[in-house]
T-cell receptor, first 110, second 118 residues
Framework: QKEVEQNSGPLSVPEGAIASLNCTYS??????FFWYRQYSGKSPELIMS????GDKEDGRFTAQLNKASQYVSLLIRDSQPSDSATYLC??????????FGSGTRLSIRP | DAGITQSPRHKVTETGTPVTLRCHQT?????MYWYRQDPGHGLRLIHY???????DKGEVSDGYSVSRSKTEDFLLTLESATSSQTSVYFC?????????????????FGPGTRLTVL
């Protein structure tokens, strides 16, 4: 079992709708969690990081963390075609290594 | 771009030859990471460093070694390259801070190195 799991998708969402991406993790000692966006052939770009239970909002993005359920999610409101990419979830373990899930491909259809 | 460079950006080599990839940062960040990315596997951690001369293994460390003699440089070496090590290699830097604005944890990636082992 991977330490960080994501549904590989692809996830298809109509333009203007909310895209919901989910991630689970196994290391209860993990302190920080990250969401990245990666376009084909490019490096991952950090969208946001979250450390505390609850929601954290940044523009159209909201990250949610539930440590009791070992669950992290990312909501993208008002989805745009430019949001079509692979989204990567990662967690910093108690040993400070940062482990990634395999990524979810998101497609926003016009 | 968070001040991270990787060299070379592209390399083609033959099976059995040694290869060294370099990651250089200008941010003075404590943590540095090497990942490989392959279709269907996402990013997999090879090795990471939490300070000068302090390194540890990741998920897929067999066949790889690393060194960090200076804060700014983190080297990844394939002692004897194999075709299974054909991949895109990403370096990343990270820092955690506790300050007036609360706890902050970030990670940024370099541009990547595409390595082909024939």
């Amino acid at each position: 079992q991977k330490e960080v799991e994501q549904n590989s998708g692809p996830l298809s969402v109509p333009e203007g709708a909310i895209a919901s991406l989910n991630c689970t993790y196994s290391d209860r000692g993990s302190q920080s969690f990250f969401w990245y966006r990666q376009y084909s052939g490019k490096s991952p770009e950090l969208i946001m990081s979250i450390y505390s239970n609850g929601d954290k909002e940044d523009g159209r993005f909201t990250a949610q963390l539930n440590k009791a359920s070992q669950y992290v999610s990312l909501l993208i409101r008002d989805s745009q075609p430019s949001d079509s990419a692979t989204y990567l979830c990662a967690g910093r373990s108690s040993a400070s290594k940062i482990i990634f899930g395999s990524g979810t491909r998101l497609s926003i259809r016009p | 771009d968070a001040g991270i460079t990787q060299s070379p950006r592209h390399k083609v080599t033959e099976t059995g030859t040694p290869v060294t990839l370099r990651c250089h940062q200008t941010e003075n960040h404590r943590y540095m990471y090497w990942y490989r990315q392959d279709p269907g596997h996402g990013l997999r951690l090879i090795h990471y460093s939490y300070g000068v001369k302090d390194t540890d293994k990741g998920e897929v460390s067999d066949g790889y070694s690393v060194s960090r003699s200076k804060t700014e440089d983190f080297l990844l070496t394939l002692e004897s390259a194999t075709s299974s090590q054909t991949s895109v290699y990403f370096c990343a830097i990270s820092e955690t801070r506790q300050g007036g604005r609360g706890y902050r944890d970030t990670q940024y990636f370099g541009p990547g190195t595409r390595l082909t082992v024939l």
